[in-house]
Structure formats: C-alpha cells, structure tokens
C-alpha cells in the first residue's frame, strides 16, 4: 500500500497553518502524519476536525477505557490500520484488556468484555452497521451512561468514521513500514463476525 499523499513539511506549511499545526504537534503521536496530513491540505476544515476531535478524544463525558474501545471499533469496521495501530497502545494504557482487543482485532465479538464494554460494544456495533439502535439497547445505555455520554458516544462513532474513511482513502501507513495489525476483511464478514 502506497500513501497517496506526501508528507507535511511543517517550515513549508503558510504562516498562518503553523498555529494550527502547532497545536497538533502538541497532542499528536504522529506528529502531522496520520489523519493531520490529508486534513491540513483543508486548513479551515482542520481547524474546525481538530477542535471537534480535541473534544472526542479529551473533554468528552465518555470515560478514556470506553472512549478508545469505540474508536477501536471503529477502525475494525473499517479496517483501518493506521487507526487501530494508533489506538490500540492507547487504549491499552487507558484499561482495555489486551483479550477485548485481540478478540476485537480478530473480529469476533470479545468474550471477556466487563458490562460497560459490553455496553458500547453492542451501542457502536449496532449503530455502525445496522445504523441504528433498537430501543431496548437506548434505553439500557442512556440509564447506565446518562443521556451526555450517549450523545457524545454516538458522535465519537461517526467521527471516527470519517477518520478511518481519511485515512483509508489516503492510504495511510503505519509508520517506519510496520505490518499491519488487522486482516483486511469485506464488509460482509465483518458483518457477520461482529452481529453475530
């Protein structure tokens, strides 16, 4: 897989990118690789993508074990690599069992999940793929989670979404030419795996 964009020079970037640029620098990992890099060819949308995600990943009412589970789900829908190799650390650090995240690298529905991941897990992978939630499933989350952390829940999922679209359509590597930490699957046996 060949990365379609080159990457951002950070002294080529105009005078008024460089706030915005260093503004990333001082949360991202990747410095202005990952989703930064095809995000800052549209400064404007940048700003206004790192401000919302600035949100998504730090001020939201969602707790940071939760938050990353999600965003992993994401990425295995998508099969986007750069995502889950991105999150996959982080989510580590934040509690998430490595057996939820090698089951869900996997894609099989993990079986030693606790019942808030238990929670998201069927929140996120309903809304994903069936792009909606049966009310039973609301009902529970709202009173475990509280109406906010639903709310900002639902968002963080389509998000990141985008972000996996982003760097999936940028064809986006994982740094230093690591392997990749998923098997790409269709969307149908992702599907299946994941429902079932």
């Not at 404007?44 to 993508?49: E, I, T, Y």
């Not at 939760?66 to 996959?88: D, G, K, P, T, V």
């Not at 089951?103 to 309903?126: F, G, I, K, N, T």
Request: aromatic share 8%.
């Amino acid at each position: 897989m060949t990365e379609r964009l080159t990457p951002i020079n950070y002294d080529a970037l105009p005078d008024a990118v460089k706030p915005l640029a260093d503004d990333i620098l001082k949360i991202s990992s990747a410095a202005l690789g990952g989703p930064y890099s095809a995000l800052l060819r549209s400064p404007d949308m940048a700003r206004r993508c790192f401000d919302f995600l600035d949100y998504l990943r730090f001020k939201t009412s969602v707790n940071k074990r939760l938050n990353e589970f999600a965003i992993l789900i994401q990425a295995r829908i998508s099969n986007a690599q750069y995502e889950w190799w991105a999150h996959e650390a982080i989510a580590r650090k934040a509690g998430l069992s490595d057996a939820v995240m090698e089951d869900l690298r996997q894609c099989r529905r993990p079986s030693a999940m606790q019942d808030d991941e238990r929670l998201v897990y069927d929140y996120c992978v309903q809304l994903s793929l069936n792009h909606r939630v049966p009310d039973p499933l609301w009902q529970e989350a709202v009173a475990k989670m509280g109406e906010q952390a639903v709310i900002d829940l639902t968002v963080l999922s389509g998000t990141y979404v985008m972000v996996s679209m982003l760097l999936n359509a940028t064809q986006v590597g994982i740094p230093g030419g690591g392997a990749l930490p998923l098997q790409v699957l269709e969307p149908m046996e992702i599907r299946q795996r994941l429902l079932g």
